[in-house]
């Protein structure tokens, strides 16, 4: 079964400290992506990368980075983390334009941050 | 810019009922694709249907079906013969291509929550 795979489903972590959030994929997908969800707000993009190297900001990037060394892993930064950022970590990947992606993204089952 | 809209934050119906979840979207491209998404309180984030903008036909996956109307840019979701296990949260989505990557983003909702009553 084709899994996207977060390393951890929940994490406490305190201000300021360096937060690493990992994904893998196992489907050779070009596109990875990172997405917060709150609520009330559904899912916001943080990055997403389309190629090993690349990375693009999404609609809320302020105080994240991310990495791409690899195809199949993509992780996300939290630089000095803040209460702000307590919230719900979902990584998806996809196929590459062009191709038949009418099913969307696969998801990770998702990372529940708090920071305290 | 693109948006979607999901104007009921919550819903309760009775098992067995037909229930329409609605969504609007704002794009103006011409080729887009339309997602339903299913989120169950475990988190997984679980693909319904697809609707591309193209297609003349409104999709339908078993127990789902699509309610496209283009002109008023809905896509409003149909469950059919609801059951308890379609409480879960539902999003709604919207594909958008970035003209210089060859990353499709996709935007989605702010959700609805289903609730269905035995």
């Known amino acids: 079964d084709v899994k996207v795979t977060q390393s951890s489903r929940y994490l406490v972590k305190r201000t300021g400290e360096k937060v690493f959030l990992e994904c893998v994929q196992d489907m050779d997908h070009e596109n990875m992506f990172w997405y917060r969800q709150d609520p009330g707000l559904g899912l916001r993009l943080i990055y997403f990368?389309?190629?090993?190297?690349?990375?693009e900001k999404g609609d809320i990037p302020e105080g994240y980075s991310v990495s791409r060394e690899k195809k199949e892993r993509f992780s996300l930064i939290l630089e000095s983390a803040s209460t702000n950022q307590t919230s719900m970590y979902l990584c998806a990947s996809s196929l590459g334009q062009g191709q038949l992606d009418n099913y969307g993204y696969t998801f990770g089952s998702g990372t529940r941050l708090t920071v305290v | 810019a693109q948006k979607i809209t999901q104007t009921q934050p919550g819903m309760f119906v009775q098992e067995k009922e037909a229930v329409t979840l609605d969504c609007t979207y704002d794009t103006s491209d011409q080729s887009y694709g339309l997602f339903w998404y299913k989120q169950p309180s475990s988190g997984e984030m679980i693909f319904l249907i697809y609707?591309?903008?193209?297609?003349?036909q409104n999709a339908t996956e078993g127990r789902y079906s699509l309610n496209f109307q283009k002109a008023r840019k809905s896509a409003n979701l149909v469950i059919s013969a609801s059951q308890l296990g379609d409480s879960a949260m539902y999003f709604c989505a919207m594909r958008e291509y970035e003209g210089y990557s060859s990353a499709s983003k996709i935007i989605f909702g702010s959700g609805t929550r289903l609730s269905i009553r035995p």
């Open positions: 609707q591309g903008s193209y297609d003349e």
């Open positions: 990368s389309y190629d090993v190297k690349m990375k």
